[in-house]
């Protein structure tokens, strides 16, 4: 069975899209290679821009990306493109597939008000495509507009990213309650797999919120992820973290910093989790 997973956020600034990417990645090295799909249903297109390159995704003359499977009927495979994951400063065997979008999809969230069965429109054309992929994962807009909405009707599963703070932990409240609405009128299968504090460093704040995910949550808390430069590096350079910082070859966890053994062990759990839920 395909494991749809949605990267949520009710506001903008959690390190959703860099949990996102080094997921697919990761995901795309080491458990789906060659059937690990990446859907950028961000228009901020910071996702595509990565593994795409900028002129995809900012350029002046959009090729197909999400906003045409949303609202212009086109189907989805034809518009997946494969990337190389880098691997140092070369091209490494490993391939991600990549349903792009574009700054210029940012309309997409008004034009599906007026279109027909609006929630239900990535479900409709991610379905073809899920005997060709173990894993999916779907970037949102940092929204709870239509478009989120439509990622969440299509999933499976749910990871939902914040940062230390007070106010991330207040807008839990309303993603959860979008989450539970959707899972008793349209989407039963739908489930929170777990929560990620990313930007985590020795701050009182960033330890509060650590404990309060735990007792709250206490099985559905994932690693945190620790705030590195390396981060915004290895996006500026146009990878995940793999391919930016690692000396060799990449089965060595050994040599890799703090920051990239997180990710790691955040897919190594989350494709635990998945072993263990039991098909409907």
């Not at 949990?19 to 901020?44: E, F, S």
């Not at 349903?99 to 073809?128: D, G, I, M, N, Y």
Request: net charge positive; hydrophobic share 40%; aromatic share 6%.
């Amino acid at each position: 069975m395909t494991r749809i997973i949605a990267l949520a956020s009710q506001k903008g600034g959690p390190g959703k899209t860099t949990l996102a990417t080094n997921m697919a990645a990761l995901l795309a090295r080491h458990y789906g290679k060659g059937r690990t799909l990446l859907v950028d249903c961000d228009p901020q297109a910071n996702a595509t821009s990565i593994f795409l390159g900028p002129e995809v995704a900012f350029g002046p003359n959009p090729g197909l990306n999400i906003y045409h499977v949303l609202c212009n009927e086109t189907r989805a495979e034809g518009v997946i493109q494969t990337a190389r994951l880098k691997l140092r400063r070369q091209l490494s065997v490993h391939t991600l597939d990549i349903l792009p979008s574009h700054l210029s999809a940012a309309v997409a969230e008004l034009e599906l008000v007026t279109k027909f069965e609006r929630e239900r429109r990535l479900k409709r054309w991610l379905a073809p495509l899920q005997s060709r992929y173990d894993y999916i994962v779907v970037d949102c807009p940092p929204s709870l507009g239509l478009v989120t909405v439509n990622a969440l009707m299509a999933a499976t599963e749910v990871i939902i990213p914040l940062e230390p703070g007070y106010f991330p932990l207040v807008g839990l409240g309303l993603l959860r309650e979008t989450i539970d609405q959707i899972r008793r009128q349209s989407n039963p299968q739908i489930r929170i797999t777990g929560y990620v504090l990313m930007k985590e460093d020795r701050t009182r704040m960033s330890s509060e919120t650590y404990q309060v995910l735990q007792k709250n949550f206490p099985n559905l808390v994932l690693p945190s992820v620790p705030r590195r430069s390396v981060v915004p590096e290895s996006q500026a350079n146009l990878t995940d973290l793999l391919g930016f910082e690692l000396p060799g070859d990449d089965s060595n966890y050994d040599v890799l910093p703090e920051v990239t053994k997180a990710f790691i062990k955040i897919v190594e759990e989350v494709v635990r989790r998945g072993k263990e839920v039991k098909p409907a």
